[in-house]
């Protein structure tokens, strides 16, 4: 299975290309909880700090102006740390 990627400080034209802020926006308090992707997800945070840590595996931790990648199937803890808004794109 594929892990979670991340990629700090994307530049402005790939956030522009990929049509980052004509995706939805997603915000949660600070936070526990289990996720499982069923599909693809493209997010980029505007606010907030995440460690998310898949079934098995090790904790990742990303927070604003990360562009994070997470793979379909990949069941997670998600514990958010300072609250989050992001954009975000299923695929």
């Not at 998310?52 to 793979?71: A, H, I, R, S, Y």
């Amino acid at each position: 299975m594929s892990e979670i990627t991340v990629e700090h400080n994307p530049a402005p034209a790939k956030l522009e290309v990929m049509g980052v802020y004509n995706w939805p926006i997603w915000t949660k308090e600070a936070s526990k909880f289990q996720w499982t992707y069923d599909q693809n997800e493209t997010c980029y945070l505007l606010a907030g700090k995440v460690i998310v840590t898949p079934d098995g595996g090790q904790p990742v931790e990303f927070g604003e102006n990360d562009l994070v990648k997470f793979p379909k199937g990949m069941s997670c803890t998600w514990e958010i740390l300072e609250d989050v808004e992001k954009h975000y794109e299923f695929s």
